[in-house]
Structure formats: structure tokens, C-alpha cells
DNA sequence: TAAAAATACTCCATAGGTATTTTAT
DNA sequence: ATAAAATACCTATGGAGTATTTTTA
């Protein structure tokens, strides 16, 4: 049996005719009268009625068939919808990995823009540091991430979409204020409010190397694991701290912002995945995360 | 597309091998791996990875594809197997109509049995005359009829399957009782025990016209709806009664059967059908009712 | 080098067409 | 006499086979 014979069937099924079901079938008659037959014939069963060559009739048996058949049509289209959209990645899961850096900013604005496009893709976020997205894009445990160079590990694909700088957070009160530009030289004195270094150690390590250069230890009084803490306490005049520059979107009454006079390294934020295991869902979205590139 | 694309999807989906698979489908591999690149191209959607030629993979949407074809196929089974079914009689509705004579005795024997061997078969039972059954055939409210001919509609099939003869019910305690038979006329002093007119006007119209051969009026005194409350008062002593002689079968205490000594009508059981919508499910009912012909 | 899928072609089975017959209105 | 399905026979599309190439482990 094909679905040559389900379709043919529901033609004639419909007409109760089977000059004008071949008509609209767009074949000659006596082949639509062999096909039926042949359906018949793998059934053992009677579909229609033909007692007069001129009346056509469906049987018992071929009023449920024809019920049948319909369900199965449908279905198979449905099934076939459903396999296009995950096909071109329109519906399915995607996890995805990031850092506790782009929740404040980037991630939030491409997941918003995302969702309304691809409403029907499921999205899992984790929070991961760079490292354990990489191992966790290895273990296909997520799909993509959003990361930090460098990377441990060359044979994963990433896509830098975005930079920034590192600042120096300040309660406002302080006398540093009255400084445009700081030097880091100039924190030392001051107590200093870090995140505990598991969170983000190329981040973290990255801040200290600013005062290693000058072969001295900051003095680190306290450490939030929230980024809002952070600057909570600054405001609270708690102490000083070096962030991401995108932070400064953090708006806080109490607390200024100033860059660092110094050569400081660049944060850079990059989309991460393996090339090998591209789904059209992946690829949706990598392709769309372009557009928040600067 | 074609079910010969679904069968061969999930035999390569199961394999995850294009040359195992052609081996179970009994195909060579080249026609194999045609007929799953026309499918994927009709879906537009790949459905196996094939970066390298010797690692098979599902992609996402393959996975996805495979269950709903799974799905797919088994329903087919399914809907084959209940056309199967109901074009062989075997599943199904029929509707029966039966005299309140078949009642007593031949049709609770006949269902008993026909339930067993047709245990899908859903029975809706219905009483009607004689006559009312040949309207309800025509206007196909039922399939089959148990009555009583003569038929007043030649174009109806009929088949009989049990003929009977009247015999009278007295009192045990009634002098006529001495009697091995009985003349119709020693009744005419008794009280008869009859059935209204309605229920059964052929059987009526016989048993009056055994006393008008006579010309002579019976003296009806009492009638009863139910056959088992004519004996009931038979066997009261409220009179006396002629009837059907498998209704000697109901059994009771004080009452005595007697054969009437005149020639008396018989009285003949059908099966009664329409030929030309003669289903399987009522081919296999009529067939059946063979098997009860004394 | 071996093994597996893809390509290129060849062939024939069968879906579909044409002509005709049968049968019922 | 007309109309519709079935039958008989023919044609040709495309499914399946064979030989070969490509590619990767």
C-alpha cells in the first residue's frame, strides 16, 4: 500500500464517481479504477458498493476507512510541519550557557528580541563561567554560551560581539571624585570590593594584574557575589571597585563612575559553539546575535 | 511522497547504516539513498548528518520525524485492522427486531451464542410486529427482523427458521385437563385469556379464526400484555388460553398444555432481510441463524 | 587500504494512458 | 442512446539494479 492509494481513495470516496475523482486527480479513469482495486485487493476488503456500474457507493468498512484515512493525511501533514519548523529551527529547545557579566546588559536584549521572533523555541539558560560553558558545549549540555576570551580549549568556534573596558566604581562622596581619570596606584589605599574569583577568574585575575604591575596587593575588604552588591556597598561607602565598564548602567544614587588612566585590558563577550554539532536552531540564533554586534 | 519513503526512513533512522538498511529492505544501497534524498528534498529539511560518508546521524528534526512516522505507521495498522474488522462482519453494529413470540425462547438462544463467536458485534434490539419490522427494514432501522410471515412486502428476503404449532393452557385443576386433546369448542364455554390485538395481529387473527370456522365468538375475558402473565392467570384459574407451543417452555405450576385436536395453523418464525444492503456483519448473522433451523 | 555513501548509467516493473467492452439508465 | 465502470493492451516514468567514484577512518 502507498499513500498514492489513501489519496486516490478519498478522491473517489468524495465523488462517489469515478470518471470525475480521476478528473480531479488529473489521471485517466481506468487507472484510478486499477489503483482502488488494488487497495481492495490488499485490504480482503469491499470499499465501495458496485452493484450497478453507474452508482457508486461507499461500504460500511469504507465510511471508516475513508475516516481513517482522512486522520492519517492530517496527521502526516501536521508531522510534516512540525519536522520543517524544527528543521529550519523555528521550534525546539536551545540552551544556552552565560557568564554572570552579560546578565546585566547583553543578554537580556538579544533573549528579548530572540523570543519574538522564534516564540516557539524553547529557551534554557545556565549560568556558567567561561570555562565550565566550554566543558559543558563539549558534554552538548548547552548549545551555545556566552563566554569570555581567551578559551581554554581551540576547537570550539566563538564570535566576539562585544567589548568593553574596566572602571572604577567610587561612592560618591569620596575625593577621588574630583578626578576625571584614576590611577590605579591610587586605589591602594582604599578598600577594595571584589566578586569572589570562581565567578569569573579571567575577570578577576585580570583586575589584580592591574595592580601586579606595580608589584603591590590591593587591599580587598569585601566580596559580593551579586554585581548589585557590589555597587551597593560602594554606595554604602563600603569601598572602591573595578567593573566592567557596562555595569555603569547600574544607575545608583551614591555611586560615580570614572575610567582608569592606565592601559587597561579589554572584557570582550563572545558567542561560543561547536562548529560540529550546528543546528538549524544554533545557527538561527548565532546569525541573529550578529546584529548586536557594535 | 509515498509510504515507501517512511519505511525506508526508518529502517536507515534504525540502522544509522544506508547498506544494513537496503540488506533488511531487500533494496541495493544506491535506490536506498535516492529515496531518502527525495524525501528530504520534498521536507526541504535534512534529516540524517552525513558529514562524513561513513557515520549516519539523525539530525533534530529526523528524531522528531521518525517518532511521528512510528506514529504514523501504527495507525495505519490500526485503521487497516478495523476496516478488516467491520468488512468482515466481525465489528460493528446490528440492529435486530424480534416479536414478543421469539422472545421466550429462540432469540435469547440464538444472541447467546452469536455474542460469543461475534463478541465486537454491538446488538441494539428492538420489538416490533410483524409488520413494523418490514417498515423498519426499508427505512433501515434495522438489519435483520425476527417475524412471522406471511410477509405483506415480496421485495423483502425472508428465511424460515422455526414453525410451531397453538396449543391450549389450563388450569391444572380444570376437568378439560382429563382430555389428551382438545376440541376447539369445549373451549367456547371457558374464559379465554388473550393478548391485545396490537402486539401480534397475525397470531390474533389465527387464533380467532380457529373458532370462527365454527362461527362462533370466543368470550375473551381478560387480556395480558406479557405471555408470562396469560399463564400467570392460567394458572390462576382466570380461564383458559391457546398458544404458541414453544410457550410451554415457561414452565409453571398449575397450568397443563394440551394439543388442540383440529388442524391448527402454523405458526412459522423468520428471518427477515433486505438483499440488496445485506452487509457482512448481517451475512454473518443470517449464516448463523442457519445453524438453529430444526 | 577498506568500507561506506554518493554518482552515473541501465533496465524493467508498473503507474498511467488509449481503445474497447460491458452494463445499466 | 448515453453514461459510467471494467477490461485489455500499450507506453513511459521512475524505482531498483550494476558499476564506479568519492571520501574517510
Request: aromatic share 8%.
Amino acid at each position: 500500500m502507498e499513500l498514492r492509494h489513501l489519496r486516490y481513495f478519498i478522491a473517489v470516496a468524495e465523488e462517489l464517481h469515478f470518471s470525475k475523482a480521476a478528473k480531479r486527480l488529473h489521471i485517466a479513469q481506468p487507472p484510478l479504477s486499477q489503483q482502488i482495486q488494488q487497495l481492495e485487493a490488499e485490504l480482503e476488503v469491499k470499499l465501495f458498493h458496485r452493484k450497478t456500474k453507474q452508482q457508486v457507493q461507499l461500504t460500511e468498512a469504507g465510511k471508516v476507512f475513508l475516516q481513517e484515512t482522512y486522520r492519517l493525511l492530517a496527521q502526516l501533514k501536521t508531522a510534516v510541519a512540525l519536522t520543517q519548523r524544527i528543521g529550519r529551527g523555528q521550534t525546539g529547545q536551545l540552551r544556552i550557557g552565560f557568564t554572570s557579566l552579560v546578565i546585566y546588559d547583553l543578554l537580556p536584549l538579544i533573549l528579548r528580541e530572540f523570543r519574538e521572533q522564534y516564540s516557539e523555541v524553547e529557551l534554557v539558560l545556565l549560568e556558567l563561567t567561561t570555562s565550565q560553558q566550554e566543558q559543558a558545549l563539549k558534554d552538548f549540555r548547552i548549545h551555545v554560551g556566552f563566554a569570555h576570551p581567551p578559551l581554554e580549549d581551540d576547537t570550539l568556534s566563538y564570535k566576539c560581539i562585544h567589548s568593553e573596558t574596566l572602571v572604577v566604581a567610587l561612592p560618591a562622596t569620596h575625593s577621588l571624585t574630583q578626578k576625571e581619570h584614576i590611577r590605579v596606584h591610587l586605589l591602594l589605599s582604599e578598600p577594595l570590593i571584589m566578586f569572589p574569583r570562581y565567578l569569573a577568574p579571567g575577570l578577576y585575575d585580570r583586575i589584580m594584574a592591574l595592580f601586579q604591575q606595580k608589584k603591590v596587593k590591593p587591599n580587598i575588604t569585601q566580596e559580593a557575589v551579586q554585581m548589585q552588591t557590589i555597587i551597593g556597598l560602594v554606595s554604602a561607602g563600603m569601598g572602591v571597585a573595578i567593573i566592567p565598564s557596562t555595569l555603569q548602567n547600574l544607575q545608583r544614587s551614591g555611586v560615580v563612575y570614572r575610567p582608569i588612566l592606565e592601559e587597561v585590558p579589554v572584557i570582550e563577550t563572545a558567542v561560543i559553539w561547536q562548529q560540529e554539532s550546528l543546528t538549524p536552531i544554533v545557527e538561527n540564533f548565532l546569525q541573529f546575535t550578529q546584529k548586536f554586534v557594535l
